[in-house]
């Protein structure tokens, strides 16, 4: 199987991929996958793949004041993306995948991925593709001109097999909203939150020797309020805090989070082994990103998410949906100051959330119709 993601901006897409990756591999047994995992990100020492799987890092883009330009390479926009597209045709005619996994832009970068998709189909007509969404995309008249920016659903709908959308469509049905256009819906399967066992693949780091309440910021290309909001606010009593920055965030933020923190509370870059720091904190706060809401559902830890609202409402919808669903608390960014995050922490630290009541087994689900799709179960089969 091949995975792709684009990766301009965070390190979700490339996350979300990898959390299926391991899953999948699992699911189909020691041995009887190999893989590609396909990001515009360089491997971290934070990113494990499953035995059988390898990366294949294409040149980067990243979005500045919302255009995207080419990461690192010189020249123009169009000849990276050219570059990337003659780099993803290679791979998909080398490796010939049975089973294409994009993570929400269905044909990538200015359409980077749609001759190679195309070609996959004609060399390889047995391989399957499938479009993974999140659970909630954006407002629906944005996601709405997205999806006819590419020509329109219909125009889709030969290269997608099925639409894996990663909620429970009881919290936030994406389908109903609009925000997923009938020519796809009707190709959709709510896996389900990718929640339970993500710390299944993501290394432990062992027990810290004192209570803690964490603060994270996922990437942090646009966190930097938030960490410092967090880094100024006072520690519950018996506790440390630690505020987990992310490696995207500018360097003068992070030395500034750093010098406006207490003696209880410590800024780094990045944790290892997240997942597993949030199920034994005390406390979490953190910005409203898939997977760290991911890793937050599958705990019983108190979470209060900080959505941004900018340059997508994707965030927001999905604080205000699990809010609902009595499953987190939820501060907007100009209201999430030192003072607020001091008197939440210094509640929540008390307390535990039940969270059975959302469908958190994502991750199983698809493996489960990955595996039928490589068997070739007739199409339409979903459950």
């Given at each position: 199987?091949?995975?792709?993601s684009h990766d301009s901006q965070g390190l979700g897409h490339v996350r979300r991929?990898?959390?299926?990756?391991?899953?999948?591999?699992?699911?189909?047994?020691?041995?009887?996958?190999?893989?590609?995992?396909?990001?515009?990100?360089?491997?971290?020492?934070?990113?494990?793949?499953?035995?059988?799987?390898?990366?294949?890092?294409?040149?980067?883009?990243?979005?500045?004041?919302?255009?995207?330009?080419?990461?690192?390479?010189?020249?123009?926009?169009?000849?990276?993306?050219?570059?990337?597209?003659?780099?993803?045709?290679?791979?998909?005619?080398?490796?010939?995948?049975?089973?294409?996994?994009?993570?929400?832009?269905?044909?990538?970068?200015?359409?980077?991925?749609?001759?190679?998709?195309?070609?996959?189909?004609?060399?390889?007509?047995?391989?399957?593709?499938?479009?993974?969404?999140?659970?909630?995309?954006?407002?629906?008249?944005?996601?709405?001109?997205?999806?006819?920016?590419?020509?329109?659903?219909?125009?889709?709908?030969?290269?997608?097999?099925?639409?894996?959308?990663?909620?429970?469509?009881?919290?936030?049905?994406?389908?109903?909203?609009?925000?997923?256009?009938?020519?796809?819906?009707?190709?959709?399967?709510?896996?389900?939150?990718?929640?339970?066992?993500?710390?299944?693949?993501?290394?432990?780091?062992?027990?810290?020797?004192?209570?803690?309440?964490?603060?994270?910021?996922?990437?942090?290309?646009?966190?930097?309020?938030?960490?410092?909001?967090?880094?100024?606010?006072?520690?519950?009593?018996?506790?440390?805090?630690?505020?987990?920055?992310?490696?995207?965030?500018?360097?003068?933020?992070?030395?500034?989070?750093?010098?406006?923190?207490g003696p209880s509370t410590t800024v780094v870059r990045s944790c290892p082994g997240?997942?597993?720091?949030?199920?034994?904190?005390?406390?979490?706060?953190?910005?409203?990103?898939?997977?760290?809401?991911?890793?937050?559902?599958?705990?019983?830890?108190?979470?209060?998410?900080?959505?941004?609202?900018?340059?997508?409402?994707?965030?927001?919808?999905?604080?205000?949906?699990?809010?609902?669903?009595?499953?987190?608390?939820?501060?907007?960014?100009?209201?999430?100051?030192?003072?607020?995050?001091?008197?939440?922490l210094a509640g929540a630290v008390s307390t535990r959330t039940d969270r059975s009541?959302?469908?958190?087994?994502?991750?199983?689900?698809?493996?489960?119709?990955?595996?039928?799709?490589?068997?070739?179960?007739?199409?339409?089969?979903?459950?």
């Amino acid at each position: 199987m091949l995975l792709y993601s684009h990766d301009s901006q965070g390190l979700g897409h490339v996350r979300r991929n990898l959390a299926l990756a391991h899953h999948i591999a699992a699911g189909v047994g020691a041995g009887g996958l190999r893989g590609l995992v396909v990001s515009g990100l360089a491997p971290s020492p934070l990113f494990t793949l499953p035995n059988g799987f390898d990366w294949l890092v294409l040149p980067g883009v990243e979005k500045r004041d919302g255009v995207y330009v080419p990461r690192r390479l010189p020249g123009t926009l169009s000849e990276t993306v050219a570059l990337r597209s003659l780099i993803l045709g290679a791979a998909l005619a080398g490796f010939a995948p049975d089973l294409v996994v994009v993570d929400r832009h269905p044909l990538g970068i200015r359409r980077e991925l749609e001759a190679p998709l195309r070609a996959l189909r004609r060399s390889h007509p047995g391989a399957r593709v499938v479009l993974g969404l999140r659970d909630v995309l954006d407002d629906p008249a944005v996601a709405a001109r997205e999806w006819e920016g590419l020509g329109g659903a219909d125009t889709l709908v030969p290269l997608v097999d099925q639409v894996w959308v990663y909620g429970d469509p009881r919290v936030h049905d994406a389908t109903s909203s609009g925000e997923i256009p009938p020519a796809l819906a009707s190709r959709a399967l709510f896996t389900g939150y990718l929640a339970a066992g993500r710390a299944d693949v993501d290394p432990y780091p062992g027990r810290l020797s004192r209570p803690y309440v964490l603060t994270t910021a996922g990437g942090g290309s646009d966190g930097g309020p938030l960490v410092e909001a967090a880094a100024s606010a006072r520690v519950p009593a018996g506790h440390e805090h630690i505020v987990v920055a992310g490696p995207q965030l500018a360097e003068d933020r992070f030395a500034r989070a750093q010098a406006l923190a207490g003696p209880s509370t410590t800024v780094v870059r990045s944790c290892p082994g997240l997942a597993h720091r949030i199920r034994e904190a005390a406390a979490v706060v953190a910005m409203g990103g898939y997977n760290t809401v991911c890793e937050i559902l599958a705990t019983s830890t108190p979470a209060l998410i900080v959505p941004r609202e900018k340059p997508r409402l994707e965030q927001a919808i999905r604080a205000r949906a699990l809010s609902r669903a009595s499953a987190v608390d939820t501060a907007r960014q100009e209201a999430a100051t030192p003072d607020l995050l001091s008197r939440w922490l210094a509640g929540a630290v008390s307390t535990r959330t039940d969270r059975s009541h959302v469908e958190l087994g994502g991750l199983a689900a698809a493996a489960r119709a990955a595996a039928r799709l490589l068997t070739c179960t007739p199409e339409g089969e979903l459950t």
